[in-house]
């Protein structure tokens, strides 16, 4: 027998056909989410300048990073600012107080407030 690729995606849009065709029943789910498809563009689009990673944990430093910057974000913080602030700290940070590092309990005490995302 001779391997089919179409037969192959096909067979995978009806094991997946509840799910595609959600929005039918329900009038509330989108068909498509265009939020989180601008919020992932960016990963999109660093995945091939992240080609240098080399192997799995540059991959894992990388969407580390990607997570920071994205949380950043959606606190409306600017992120480089966020990401200054948090490396200022966290060397000399007790590990039982990390929950004060997160962007939306950070409060800032350098002279540069952390600028807000318009």
Known sequence: ??????????????????????????????????????????????SKNCLFAGADTGGERAAAFYSLIGTAKLNGLDPETYLCELFTRIAGHLINRINELPPWNLIVTSADPVKSVA
């Open 1 to 46: 027998m001779t391997y089919n690729a179409s037969c192959d995606s096909n067979l995978d849009t009806i094991s997946r056909w509840t799910a595609l065709t959600g929005h039918c029943r329900n009038g509330r789910i989108e068909i498509d989410n265009p939020a989180a498809e601008r919020a992932l563009r960016a990963v999109a689009l660093g």
